[in-house]
């Protein structure tokens, strides 16, 4: 095995409970918070919501377990994972750390407005009623050039830090402290938000489905959303897999995963889309809804400023649970293959990144003139690059490596263990990450690029 402390054992979650977490923490985050109430948003609502509960069945559960699985038989990183079961895959691997680095610079920037507003949050700049105001507080910082790429670097600074410490001190601790946090917070914000006179528009908005609105362009970005919000396509599953002991009970975590992330992105809706509501704003109004709709409504609310607080730290505690799960990608790839210690690597991958985010930063200020794809700037390409092409392409991928070269078999044998863990619906698995996962995914971006 190239791992780098040879003799050493590879480190392992503490517990149980640890990975779950972890798991968790890297799929809940921004996707949940800030993407989810706004892409459902743009796309009918409830429509795509149900399209996205399609695309969770079908394709989340079964990527999970692929995942984790093979980082777990491996106990390697998302290149090395490939390349020990068969050396000709590892470019698969390669494409996710590529994404890793792809999202996380964007990612970062959206960290960095939120690592802002929780400054501001608590010295009460928020404490606006006008939502034309706040539109344009929120305007000038993103359009700005020092402060947002200075945000920026805090954030990653924030991430590199949990990093450092490694799976157990730095990842596993941090968890155990923002998930638990966070389920509390959100909890209580969306009873808040659902008690608001004229709420029930906002739940109606979320839950009923306007078909009108489906397009298979709805279709890409809900199953984009999905690998995006459940950190599937680009190796984080595998490589926090293979911290995993042999006694880890897969198929449990499978399912307890994407279950906590949808809970959390149906409750991020609920919290969000009824104040919107209440409030009379926009729901479509894109990827300023939690930062301008949000504190309109909580400046309008009792104790607003209490719940403004609780709601930027849960947004910062959750984007820094899913950004040090990206960067751990890039870390234990450079630490398992290229033999360099965890500090050095760390430093030095979360430098790339900080670079590379600040064309993302700047496209919406000084750079936003400057399209990459078609109408599209620096970070929209990113994002689109990465949600939209990588991941759901990495999950193809990785449907046709279990399914087919690795093999089914070899998967449930080692998800089994010997029989110590009951695998029931190993069959239906089978046939989907054979199957359905492929076809399905093909179909999607075959369709939509066509
Ligand atoms: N799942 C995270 C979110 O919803 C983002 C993420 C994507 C994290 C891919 C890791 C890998 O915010």
Redesign the pocket.
């Given at each position: 095995m190239s791992n780098v402390n040879e003799g050493q054992p590879r480190e392992q979650w503490g517990s149980k409970l640890g990975f779950i977490l972890a798991a968790a923490g890297?799929?809940?985050?921004?996707?949940?918070l800030w993407k989810f109430p706004y892409i459902a948003g743009k796309n009918g609502g409830g429509a795509f919501v149900l399209i996205y509960f399609i695309i969770l069945f079908l394709v989340g559960f079964t990527l999970m377990l692929a995942e984790i699985t093979l980082g777990r038989a491996t106990q390697l990183n998302a290149i090395g994972a490939y390349r020990k079961i068969r050396k000709s895959w590892a470019w698969v691997g390669s494409l996710g750390v590529v994404a890793a680095f792809l999202?996380l610079s964007f990612?970062s920037v959206i960290g960095g407005w939120v690592i802002n507003y929780t400054m501001k949050s608590f010295t009460g700049a928020l404490h606006v009623t006008d939502g034309q105001a706040l539109g344009m507080m929120f305007e000038k910082l993103i359009t700005g050039t020092t402060e947002p790429i200075l945000f920026h670097g805090l954030f990653m600074l924030a991430t590199l830090l949990i990093v450092l410490g490694g799976v157990g001190g730095g990842i596993e601790k941090s968890n155990k402290i923002f998930m638990p946090g966070l389920f509390v917070i959100i909890i209580i914000l969306a009873i808040r938000s659902m008690t608001l006179p004229g709420a029930s528009e906002g739940i109606k908005y979320l839950l009923v489905p306007d078909f009108s609105k489906v397009t298979i362009g709805v279709v890409l970005d809900a199953l984009g959303q999905v690998f995006?919000?459940?950190?599937l396509g680009?190796g984080?599953m595998i490589t926090y897999g293979s911290y995993l002991g042999k006694d880890s009970n897969i198929p449990q975590s499978s399912i307890i995963i994407p279950l906590i992330d949808t809970g959390v992105a149906i409750l991020a809706g609920l919290a969000v889309l009824p104040a919107v509501f209440a409030f009379g704003f926009d729901p479509s109004s894109g990827p300023g809804l939690i930062f301008v709709t949000f504190p309109a409504v909580f400046a309008k609310m009792p104790l607003g400023s209490i719940f403004e607080v609780m709601f930027f730290l849960l947004v910062l505690f959750a984007a820094l649970s899913?950004s040090i799960?990206?960067l751990e990608v890039i870390v234990a790839y450079v630490v398992d293959e290229w033999k360099i210690n965890r500090k050095i690597a760390t430093l030095l991958t979360s430098l790339i990144i900080f670079l590379l985010g600040i064309p993302a930063t700047l496209s919406f200020g000084p750079w936003s003139h400057i399209t990459i794809l078609p109408g599209r700037g620096f970070f929209d390409t990113f994002d689109f690059i990465a949600s939209n092409v990588l991941l759901p392409l990495g999950g193809f991928l990785l449907c046709i490596f279990v399914g087919w070269i690795w093999g089914t078999e070899k998967a449930i044998k080692e998800v089994r263990n010997n029989g110590k863990i009951s695998f029931q619906w190993a069959g239906i698995w089978s046939f989907l990450v054979k199957y359905v996962g492929p076809v399905a995914i093909l179909i999607v971006m075959v369709r939509s690029f066509l």
């Open positions: 890297s799929a809940v985050g921004l996707g949940n999202i990612y995006f919000s459940l950190s680009m984080c899913s799960s990206m």
